[in-house]
């Protein structure tokens, strides 16, 4: 293991026995010392009540669960990834657009 400063890793997988289920893995690693998260427990709370974090990653740690959440099979919903290639044929077709009217010598319209 390589020593590291409180690198919290919130791991994924599919359950080994082939069950519809995604298994979590929380793993914290300070220095050369790695904790693990034993369980999670539910508390009753009030409506309207304000829900407190039970964890806080930071950017890097969270791309290392999307990185595990993909590689168990895990992906957006079809309306998130429908989204996202909208935006994404939107520039496409901008930038061609961009281009087309540039070799034609003309003002792109807004």
């Known amino acids: 293991m390589i020593?590291?400063?409180n690198?919290?890793?919130l791991y994924c997988r599919r359950d080994p026995f082939g069950r519809p289920k995604y298994e979590f893995k929380i793993?914290?690693?300070s220095g050369r010392h790695e904790m693990t998260v034993d369980k999670v427990e539910f508390k009753e709370t009030?409506?309207?009540?304000?829900?407190?974090?039970?964890?806080?990653l930071s950017a890097h740690e969270v791309q290392i669960l999307m990185d595990s959440l993909w590689e168990a099979g895990a992906r957006p919903s079809t309306a998130v990834a429908d989204i996202a290639h909208e935006k994404a044929t939107e520039k496409h077709l901008n930038d061609?657009?961009?281009?087309?009217?540039h070799g034609l010598k003309m003002e792109v319209p807004k």
């Open 3 to 5: 020593p590291c400063d």
């Open 7 to 9: 690198l919290t890793r």
């Open 46 to 56: 009030t409506a309207g009540a304000s829900i407190p974090s039970f964890l806080t």
């Open 27 to 29: 793993l914290q690693m």
């Open 96 to 101: 061609m657009r961009a281009i087309a009217f």
